[in-house]
């Protein structure tokens, strides 16, 4: 998502098939994210997680992954680092599941997905926006439990001015996602990234955002 906000109307069922992503992460008309802009997030997490880890990262869980972009841009920082994706997509479970570690879930489904953690890099991009409340809750308290370094959470809000899939999409204002981030354990770091408890006495005043 980026630019101007397109107006949605809530949850509305739609199909993640290889025509979905096409459309908006293939066609260099409507795309919302090339893989150059990819690495260059990555680039940001992977620094900001080892500079309070102080080390270097060996894991990542890739939630809402879709067909697993994040996956090349963090191994190619982090050859050796263990990717977890999760997608709702059974396009993308069924084609790249096994090749590129994509496991079938959704955000609200997280607690449950029985997954290997603790996680040194959480990342769930562009997919907040698009699940309800209950859902939110559930998923960003499992994130926290799940998280041991920094987790990439990019949502837009009604503050936000942003082109791309407004269907589905929940109208929420900055203040509300943050006050489910806290109640959650998370802690903001800026740029989309926010920290678990065990990381959060690891950060300084002025870098809680």
Known sequence: MKGRRKKGSGAIAKSYDRAYFDRWYRDPRKRVATPADVARKARLVVGIAEALLQRPVRSALDIGCGEGAWRPALRALRPGLRYVGMDSSAYVVSRFGKTRGIGYGTFGTLATAELDGPFDIIVCCDVLQYVGQPELSRGLEAVSGLLDGVAYLEAYTTADEVVGDGHGWFHRA?????????????TAVGMHCWVGPSLRDATAALERA
């Open 174 to 186: 900055p203040a509300l996602y943050r006050r489910a981030f806290n109640r959650a354990g998370l």
